[in-house]
T-cell receptor
Framework: DGGITQSPKYLFRKEGQNVTLSCEQN?????MYWYRQDPGQGLRLIYY???????QKGDIAEGYSVSREKKESFPLTVTSAQKNPTAFYLC????????????FGDGTRLSIL | AQKITQTQPGMFVQEKEAVTLDCTYD???????LFWYKQPSSGEMIFLIY??????QNATEGRYSLNFQKARKSANLVISASQLGDSAMYFC?????????????FGSGTRLSIRP
């Protein structure tokens, strides 16, 4: 079955540590996205990418970094510069224009030790 | 600037009743799409229904329908005959632009609770 796989499901970070969240899709979608969701809140866009080796900052990119070396992979690194990283992170992909929905992974819950 | 507003933080509905979740939007684009997603407590985002700005008919998908009023810039989700499994967060979202990487913005969500 085609879909988006996020790993790990739960992740714990120590102070001053960088952590990387994995996102892999086998839908052959061009665009991929990372969102952050705080408890009881909506989704806020961190980064998005339309093609390999190209990505753009979203609304809350500070303290995060991404890469897009392969079409199917879009990992997110939460750096030590992100002072409040505890949140639920969702990865999505999409193919086509404004009339196409995003497909989402199951998310990663990141907590600080 | 594009904006999505959901004014109902939470709603309680009796099982088998119909429920309307409100969504208003703002955009200067002529071509745009409106989406509704369901997020159960487990966290995954489930796509429910889509309405395009040029669609003349309201979208329907099973028990879900979208009450699209373009002049009022509203795109309310109607769930008929609600079930206990409908209890979840519901998000309205909008996309504009022809690129697949055009941003999709989300509202703040409505938490729907179905009473047995």
């Amino acid at each position: 079955d085609g879909g988006i796989t996020q790993s790990p499901k739960y992740l714990f970070r120590k102070e001053g540590q960088n952590v990387t969240l994995s996102c892999e899709q086998n839908l052959n979608h061009d665009a991929m996205y990372w969102y952050r969701q705080d408890p009881g809140q909506g989704l806020r866009l961190i980064y998005y990418s339309q093609i390999v080796n190209d990505f753009q900052k979203g609304d809350i990119a500070e303290g995060y970094s991404v890469s897009r070396e392969k079409k199917e992979s879009f990992p997110l690194t939460v750096t030590s510069a992100q002072k409040n990283p505890t949140a639920f992170y969702l990865c999505a992909s999409r193919q086509g224009g404004f009339n196409q929905p995003q497909h989402f992974g199951d998310g990663t819950r990141l907590s600080i030790l | 600037a594009q904006k999505i507003t959901q004014t109902q933080p939470g709603m309680f509905v009796q099982e088998k009743e119909a429920v309307t979740l409100d969504c208003t939007y703002d955009t200067s684009d002529q071509s745009y799409g409106l989406f509704w997603y369901k997020q159960p407590s487990s966290g995954e985002m489930i796509f429910l229904i889509y309405q395009g700005s040029y669609d003349e008919q309201n979208a329907t998908e099973g028990r879900y329908s979208l009450n699209f009023q373009k002049a009022r810039k509203s795109a309310n989700l109607v769930i008929s005959a609600s079930q206990l499994g409908d209890s979840a967060m519901y998000f309205c979202a909008m996309s504009a632009g022809y690129s697949s990487a055009s941003k999709i913005i989300f509202g703040s969500g409505t938490r729907l609770s179905i009473r047995p």
